[in-house]
C-alpha cells in the first residue's frame, strides 16, 4: 500500500509559478512510476506528467512542455511538479499518482495510487 500526500498548491498570479510536491509512504517508491494529472471543474481529468522510477525519463504533453517539469528523489520518497508562466486556465486539482509494473504513465495508464490533491489557483 502507498499512500500519497500532495502539497504546495495555492492562489497565484497569472505568469507566477509553483512547485507542487508529492510524497509517499513505504520504502518501494522506486518501484512506482509516478504523475501528475489535474481535474478542473466540469472537465474530465488530465494528464500532465509522468517520470520512471528512477527518473530517467519523462513525458509531458506538448501543450505543457516548457512550462512544466516533473522530477523525482527517491531518498527522500518525493516527486514534484514545477509550473512556470501559469495561466487561468491551468486552474484545477492537481492529482499524484503511482503505478507499478510500468516504466512511465502515459495518459493512458491505468493508476495504483491516487493522491487526495491539491488546488491550484491562478488569477488573471
Known amino acids: 500500500q502507498v499512500q500519497l500526500v500532495e502539497s504546495g498548491g495555492g492562489l497565484v498570479q497569472a505568469g507566477g509559478s509553483l512547485r507542487l510536491t508529492c510524497t509517499a509512504s513505504?520504502?518501494?517508491?522506486?518501484?512506482?512510476?509516478m504523475g501528475w494529472f489535474r481535474q478542473a471543474p466540469g472537465k474530465e481529468r488530465e494528464f500532465v506528467a509522468g517520470?520512471?522510477?528512477?527518473?530517467?525519463?519523462?513525458y509531458i504533453p506538448d501543450s505543457m512542455k516548457g512550462r512544466f517539469t516533473i522530477s523525482r528523489d527517491n531518498a527522500k520518497n518525493t516527486v514534484y511538479l514545477q509550473m512556470n508562466d501559469l495561466k487561468p486556465e491551468d486552474t484545477a486539482v492537481y492529482y499524484c499518482?503511482?503505478?507499478?509494473?510500468?516504466?512511465?504513465?502515459?495518459?493512458?495508464?491505468?493508476?495504483?495510487?491516487w493522491g487526495q490533491g491539491t488546488q491550484v489557483t491562478v488569477s488573471s
Open positions: 517520470i520512471s522510477r528512477y527518473g530517467a525519463s519523462t
Open positions: 499518482a503511482a503505478k507499478g509494473d510500468t516504466p512511465i504513465i502515459v495518459p493512458s495508464t491505468d493508476l495504483d495510487y
Open positions: 513505504g520504502r518501494t517508491f522506486g518501484r512506482y512510476a
